[in-house]
């Protein structure tokens, strides 16, 4: 079979192929070859380096910039994404890398077992270079719930040991917690967040003061996804150790998010799900074990190495994986790191800032997110006084087909709508969402 492109549409392929262009390509019955898709890749590469080395001397790159940046996405015409706390999308090389992976194992089934293995080491070093740690502390899952099991059923804990959650934690960083307060009896203890969280001291000194000598762990949220907290993990950290306590984070949404360093941060474990503002594709996942905890935590899954210790492969026996998942994850690793973590940080949390700021003139507002950017991210979730949420959900979507969710509990008081603000949402967008508020304010529906 001959794979090479035809003349007329290398051209489309070198300019970074439209997203038409792109579906028509899948369509002619997997007519991409690896050549193809990687000289795609290669275009969106070029594409970004050229903009990066006009826009150097900025900070933080005015619109032209992203905009640029948001046709690298595979949005649907006028599809606007503002709810990547669920599932993000995948940037164009993120997609192609999955398909090629993908097409080795329908063609070349050998290259699954014999080289394919070897491409997974390198994402997970690509994964540990972009936490700032070493490979032999990562763990390749399949999501955050995966990993918060992991340290729950891995701790040698007994009855009357006690653990600290905070009262705004994820189903998947509570029940694995609760089973083990079933089997084995140990305790656990809420500490209030509040809404929002108004500084760091406030949440260090509640969970400080909440702290026995029976406490072995704080289990939190680093990304909160009921009210968008960045909860202080260092700061936890610095006073948890001094009391011999662990610090467990469920960082759900912070890889893609935040320009994180694991190893500054000094937490013990620490899971994610690079499906949300990395790029990646779900159902791959990340688990971060400190060096010197490796030793004292069991492995869930046991098959052949559960037992070899020097470093955290041994919780990583699942047998045969979906491996074309796992190399997506290092190219949508690749993806960022050619914008840049820090650069991607400011922007999220620019946007943000604008849409919070903006929120608070309109009469009625309850912010459930702080303000303060070192405690809040690209999550901001709030409620309108007299307008119900699902109604905002319906409204905005079906307006101006912009997705957001609901998010957190009437009897709570945390019921409201959580809206994501990642590198591909504009201030345009922004506006016409804020416009959709306040005119549901107003009408109070």
């Excluded at 070349?108 to 994402?123: A, C, G, L, M």
């Excluded at 991607?344 to 949390?349: A, C, D, L, S, V």
């Excluded at 903006?358 to 409620?383: C, N, Q, V, W």
Aim: net charge positive.
């Amino acid at each position: 079979m001959n794979n090479r492109v035809p003349e007329n549409e290398e051209k489309d392929v070198f300019r970074g192929v439209s997203r038409r262009d792109f579906v028509r390509y899948l369509v002619a019955g997997s007519a991409l070859s690896i050549t193809a898709l990687n000289r795609m890749n290669a275009a969106v590469y070029q594409s970004i380096t050229s903009l990066n080395q006009k826009y150097i001397e900025d900070e933080s790159p005015d619109g032209v910039y992203w905009e640029a940046l948001s046709k690298h996405f595979m949005f649907q015409d006028g599809f606007i994404m503002m709810n990547n706390g669920t599932v993000g999308p995948m940037p164009k090389p993120v997609f192609n890398t999955l398909l090629k992976a993908f097409k080795v194992q329908a063609t070349n089934p050998y290259d699954v077992y014999s080289f394919i293995p070897r491409k997974r080491s390198e994402v997970r070093a690509k994964v540990a270079a972009f936490l700032g740690t070493s490979e032999d502390n990562i763990v390749l899952t399949r999501n955050t719930t995966e990993g918060m099991n992991f340290s729950a059923n891995g701790l040698d804990l007994k009855e009357g040991d006690e653990i600290l959650l905070s009262d705004m934690e994820h189903p998947g960083g509570t029940h694995p917690w609760n089973l083990k307060r079933a089997r084995y009896g140990i305790t656990i203890k809420t500490v209030p967040l509040g809404l929002p969280s108004k500084s760091v001291e406030q949440v260090v000194g509640a969970f400080e003061k909440a702290i026995t000598p029976k406490t072995k762990a704080i289990s939190i949220s680093q990304t909160v996804f009921i009210s968008g907290l960045i909860a202080p993990i260092k700061e936890l950290c610095e006073m948890a150790h001094k009391k011999g306590v662990l610090v467990i984070a469920d960082s759900a949404h912070g890889i893609g998010m935040l320009d994180m360093n694991l190893e500054t941060m000094g937490v013990d474990l620490f899971a994610t799900s690079p499906y949300k503002w990395l790029g990646a594709p779900c159902g791959v996942g990340v688990f971060y074990v400190k060096k010197e905890l490796q030793d004292k935590l069991w492995p869930t899954i046991a098959s052949s190495g559960w037992d070899r210790e020097g470093t955290a492969a041994r919780f990583e026996t699942l047998g045969q994986r979906a491996d074309p998942l796992i190399i997506a994850l290092g190219e949508a690793i690749d993806f960022q790191n050619r914008i840049g973590k820090h650069r991607i940080e400011k922007r999220i949390k620019t946007m943000a800032g604008y849409l919070k700021r903006e929120l608070g003139r309109i009469p009625g507002i309850k912010l459930h997110t702080p303000m303060d950017p070192y405690l809040s991210g690209g999550l901001t979730a709030f409620s309108v006084e007299g307008v119900d949420p699902r109604k905002m959900v319906d409204y905005v979507r079906e307006k101006y087909n912009i997705v957001i969710r609901t998010i957190g509990n009437p009897q709570r008081g945390t019921y409201g709508v959580r809206v994501s603000t990642h590198i591909f949402v504009s201030m345009k967008h922004i506006d016409m969402f804020l416009e959709g508020v306040g005119h549901l304010a107003r009408r109070k529906v």
